[in-house]
């Protein structure tokens, strides 16, 4: 099996995530006392938390990348970065460091065409839902999104922050989903896609009003195709 490098600590609550699915996916692919080839760096997240300015994302540029470095150093076959809005430093990252990195929204983008998704919403954190570095990655592959409803982003960003990245999944977070869900499918959203780590922790993704694309998941899955050389499994 080849060996993956996880950039995580964004928060650790998505580390853990990354950590356990594709250790289970490795186990379940090739046997029962298999698990994955794994460097993992869990950064501070206080050091790359709510980036808004210039400044601070030259600075998670420059975090995100020195610690691709160190795991392209350590043995890393292939990079991943576990949050979807440092995706915003990915062009910056590539170009500074030789080992590839498996971008998230391009594993969404191409199972979401794969299954004929020509219409669906995007969930985030602020940056996720508003600027063009995530959503042209998943219009690239056909998929039409609805554009973002600032009420929806003030509340998401409010319950990633303050909520989900510290841990804490409560009843209004639920509700808060469940009723933003019903009012996308009402606009002609076919999908949700929850491109958050944390997100999951609120919402139902098996059993939803509408179909909802993990990112984390996706990308995790991708990333332990690719560890077991199986881009089919």
């Known amino acids: 099996m080849h060996t993956l490098g996880l950039i995580g600590g964004m928060s650790w609550v998505s580390t853990q995530t990354y950590f356990e699915r594709i250790n289970r996916f490795v186990q379940r692919?090739?046997?029962?006392?298999?698990?994955?080839?794994?460097?993992?760096e869990n950064l501070d997240f206080r050091r790359l938390y709510r980036a808004q300015t210039k400044e601070d994302w030259e600075n998670a540029t420059n975090i995100i990348a020195d610690s691709a470095q160190r795991l392209s150093e350590a043995g890393a076959e292939m990079i991943?970065?576990?949050?979807?809005?440092?995706?915003?430093?990915?062009?910056?990252?590539?170009?500074?460091?030789?080992?590839?990195i498996l971008h998230i929204a391009e594993c969404v983008g191409k199972q979401m065409a794969k299954d004929g998704v020509e219409r669906a919403a995007l969930i985030g954190t602020r940056n996720?839902?508003?600027?063009?570095?995530?959503?042209?990655r998943l219009v690239?592959?056909?998929v039409d999104l609805l554009p973002p409803e600032m009420d929806n982003v003030e509340t998401l960003d409010r319950i990633i922050y303050e909520e989900l990245m510290i841990g804490k999944a409560s009843?209004?977070?639920r509700r808060a989903l469940r009723s933003m869900f019903?009012?996308?499918?009402?606009?002609?959203?076919?999908?949700?896609?929850?491109?958050?780590?944390?997100?999951?922790?609120?919402?139902?993704v098996d059993a939803n009003i509408l179909p909802i694309y993990d990112?984390?998941?996706?990308?995790?899955d991708a990333a332990a195709q690719w560890i077991?050389?199986?881009e089919q499994a």
């Not at 090739?30 to 993992?40: Q, R």
């Not at 996308?184 to 896609?193: F, M, N, T, W």
């Not at 990112?215 to 995790?220: D, K, L, M, N, S």
């Open 29 to 40: 692919h090739v046997g029962k006392t298999a698990s994955a080839p794994m460097l993992i």
């Open 182 to 204: 019903t009012n996308l499918q009402k606009e002609g959203a076919q999908a949700v896609i929850l491109a958050c780590t944390e997100l999951e922790m609120v919402v139902d």
């Open 228 to 230: 077991i050389g199986d």
């Open 128 to 136: 996720v839902m508003t600027e063009s570095f995530y959503r042209r």
């Open 80 to 100: 991943v970065i576990g949050a979807n809005s440092m995706h915003k430093v990915y062009r910056d990252v590539e170009a500074r460091v030789e080992t590839p």
């Open 215 to 220: 990112c984390t998941a996706i990308h995790a």
């Open 140 to 142: 690239s592959h056909g």
């Open 171 to 173: 009843k209004d977070a």
